[in-house]
């Protein structure tokens, strides 16, 4: 019979932790030992996300609010910022990256350890794919003479998608620490709720995104 101490080895040996299927939705105080409300961890993590992007909201809406009244004062020196094609594949790489951590997120639930790390990975790849593939974007906005100081329109959309790039990187950041957790069979019951609240503002943020290109594509 398994003892905490063959537990505690395999763990520190390299194998995957034993599965706890309550922990990751409730489970005691970080000492392990229930000194705090069951879920506390959990509760405290998500309603952090909640808070963030509450603030990101504000954020984004002090920009579209800037947005409309500069345009409002000049709607014949507004300008017309190109939308560079690679956008769209960006879009489609953000939305299967999203898929594929929402999927990876349900199987770890079912102890699918294995397969986790396969779609989480892929998730995570598709993600870098479209941070790499702004960049590209960028680069061939300029390469076309359109710059920040351009016009306002294509001021606006700098600094809107500076903005939400920033908080994909960002968000970039527990994500790959989730996956080199699972790829050193470190991602033990505790640091499940860092899949999914990383998985939560992953998909905020691709909303964000939508929202964004369908302002450029249809009103700036």
């Known amino acids: 019979m398994p003892t905490a101490a063959s537990d505690e080895l395999l763990t520190g040996s390299g194998g995957p932790p034993p599965i706890d299927p309550e922990l990751p939705?409730?489970?005691?105080?970080?000492?392990?030992?229930?000194?705090?409300?069951?879920?506390?961890?959990?509760?405290?993590?998500?309603?952090?996300i909640v808070v963030l992007m509450c603030v990101s909201v504000m954020t984004f809406g002090s920009f579209l609010s800037a947005m409309v009244i500069r345009r409002g004062l000049g709607a014949t020196n507004w300008g017309h910022t190109p939308m560079p094609v690679l956008l769209y594949w960006n879009t489609v790489s953000l939305l299967l990256s999203s898929v594929f951590l929402d999927t990876a997120r349900r199987i770890l639930r079912k102890g699918k350890r294995q397969e986790f790390t396969?779609?989480?990975?892929a998730g995570t790849f598709c993600g870098m794919a479209f941070v790499a593939g702004q960049f590209v974007a960028w680069y061939q906005l300029a390469h076309q003479g359109v710059y920040a100081t351009t016009n306002p329109s294509a001021a606006f959309f700098y600094v809107l998608t500076w903005a939400h790039a920033a908080h994909v990187v960002g968000t970039a950041i527990p994500i790959v620490m989730v996956m080199v957790w699972a790829l050193q069979f470190r991602l033990t019951p505790k640091r499940r709720t860092t899949v999914d609240a990383a998985a939560m503002f992953w998909h905020f943020l691709d909303v964000m995104w939508i929202g964004i290109l369908l302002l450029y594509r249809y009103w700036a």
């Open 25 to 48: 939705f409730g489970g005691g105080g970080p000492d392990g030992e229930g000194n705090n409300p069951p879920g506390w961890q959990r509760r405290t993590s998500l309603t952090g």
């Open 118 to 121: 396969w779609l989480w990975g």
